[in-house]
């Protein structure tokens, strides 16, 4: 029995992985880093940011400014604000769930929100948005997750994750919660046993009623 699902925000319900992976070519080209959207993917996807900013760092073979952060996320937020949209299904998921749910993410708030209000999801979480930057723990480690249930009251094991990337997968695992990952076409992780494959959101009602843990 399921009494709480945690979605992540970034790729899970919002379309902003493609965006900020743009964002991050272009703000670090200006620090002579040559970076493809791509590899800003593969590298950057559910990592927290001292760690992407460390990997520029290595890449540059230089520090990079105290200021490199602020203008990467209001360059970020200004894509955002441009072309941001809702994963398919998320809107109308989030609507329909008769199961209690927030959102745990690796990001500041700040950029939680922005990301929910350009997508009209906003409304859905008031009250209940958990960010890493709460507790200093950012996924893999489980701590986020298990922080946002206790505050909730709901024990980790009648707890669902919902994640699109690996380190989130692992987080939700550590916390002794069921896993669904959110692998859509050309988007294929190679997993840890005991994760639930979903290709889209509109299929996660399904699995809510008995999923079984493997």
Sequence with gaps: MIDLILFDCDGTLVDSEVVAADAWV???AQFGVSITAAEALERFKGVNMADCVAEIERLAGSPLPASFVTDLRALMAEMFRQRLQPIAGALELVQSLAVP???ASNAPHEKIELCLRVTGLLPYFDGRIFSAYDVQKWK???GLFLHAAAVLDIHPQRCAVVEDSLPGVKA???AGMTVFALQSEGHVLTLPDGVHVIRELAELPGHLSS????
């Design 26 to 28: 272009e703000h670090s």
């Design 101 to 103: 749910f927030c959102l």
């Design 172 to 174: 939700g695992l550590a």
């Design 140 to 142: 893999p480690d489980p």
């Design 211 to 214: 999923p079984v843990r493997q």
